[in-house]
């Protein structure tokens, strides 16, 4: 390309998010796909996209982001995700919950739980709504398990209770999995098990199951976001299934940015 009005406002830059999210390939894909050749993808963290995007919104500035739903961004501002006429960045996806080989036999409990772990985006969203707003994540994730008693029951019915088993569950610090993993946590906590939770990177997270230091993950976006980690390490690992359907990734604007399609950005 040759230059446009947004990449000038903008300084061609895409501001992303941890450089092993799945996220972040597919943005790299897009940038090929489109040929966003003047383009640069930041690396950084989920948080500080988020702040960049504060920043920008608050001066209603234009600013372009990797984002993804469910996420509390799109309830505290006016948001839009750019068309993807190429489908670059997948259809609906969802997202599951992998244990590693013998949990079933070695804390049958937990491992009905985390079977029966399901639950709607707005349910995440509660959780999110609040730890966005200050709230502590295991604070927040006993508020929802508070108020959805039915739901949970669901997911402990027929499971036997532990007997103080450690259970240790990875995560990487998106607002999605700082949920999820704390209210699965909790649950698993009040069926008789000590929960050590772990933040880590993706890659570490997959290969954690995969060789059995660690028990449990309810992350793995499927089938496109974590396609290349999956398919390296589903033969060691075992899949639950979704835990929740019909996330989105993308490419996401303010909707006073006057563009609707990756394609505007070339
Ligand atoms: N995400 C949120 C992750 C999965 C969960 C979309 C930022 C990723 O891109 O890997």
């Known amino acids: 390309g040759t230059g446009s009005a947004i990449g000038e406002s903008t300084n061609y830059k895409i501001i992303g998010i941890e450089p092993g999210a799945g996220l972040m390939?597919?943005?790299?894909?897009?940038?090929?796909?489109?040929?966003?050749?003047?383009?640069?993808?930041?690396?950084?963290?989920?948080?500080?996209?988020?702040?960049?995007l504060k920043k920008a919104y608050s001066k209603k500035e234009p600013i372009i982001i990797t984002g993804w739903s469910?996420?509390?961004?799109?309830?505290?501002?006016?948001?839009?995700?750019?068309?993807?006429?190429?489908?670059?960045?997948?259809?609906?996806?969802?997202?599951n919950t992998l244990v590693r080989k013998g949990l079933k036999e070695d804390a049958p409990?937990?491992?009905?739980?985390?079977?029966?772990?399901?639950?709607?985006?707005?349910?995440?969203?509660?959780?999110?709504?609040?730890?966005?707003?200050?709230?502590?994540?295991?604070?927040a994730a006993d508020k929802w398990i508070k108020?959805?008693?039915?739901?949970?029951?669901?997911?402990?019915?027929?499971?036997?209770?532990g007997n103080g088993e450690e259970i240790k569950l990875v995560y990487v610090a998106w607002d999605t999995e700082i949920a999820s993993t704390n209210v699965i946590a909790k649950v698993l906590e009040q069926n008789?098990?000590?929960?050590?939770?772990?933040?880590?990177e993706v890659g570490p997270m997959f290969a954690g199951v995969a060789n059995g230091s660690v028990d449990a993950m309810v992350a793995a976006w499927l089938p496109s976001t974590h396609k290349d980690y999956y398919?390296?390490?589903?033969?060691?690992?075992?899949?639950?299934?979704?835990n929740l359907k019909g996330t989105k990734n993308g490419i996401v604007v303010p909707k006073y940015v006057d563009i609707d399609s990756i394609e505007d950005l070339k």
Do not use: C
Not at 70 to 95: C, Q, R, V
Not at 127 to 137: E, L
Not at 147 to 161: C, I, L, P, R, S
Not at 231 to 242: F, I, T
């Open 147 to 161: 108020a959805n008693t039915d739901k949970v029951a669901k997911w402990t019915k027929g499971a036997q209770a």
């Open 70 to 95: 469910p996420h509390w961004m799109f309830a505290s501002f006016d948001l839009k995700y750019l068309d993807d006429p190429n489908g670059t960045f997948g259809g609906a996806e969802e997202i």
């Open 25 to 52: 390939a597919q943005a790299k894909t897009a940038m090929k796909d489109y040929k966003l050749d003047n383009w640069t993808l930041v690396e950084g963290s989920s948080a500080a996209m988020v702040a960049e």
């Open 192 to 200: 008789g098990y000590k929960v050590k939770l772990s933040q880590v």
């Open 231 to 242: 398919e390296s390490y589903k033969k060691d690992l075992v899949n639950l299934g979704p």
């Open 109 to 139: 409990g937990a491992y009905t739980i985390l079977d029966q772990f399901s639950w709607d985006t707005s349910d995440m969203e509660k959780v999110m709504v609040d730890v966005s707003g200050g709230m502590d994540p295991k604070e």
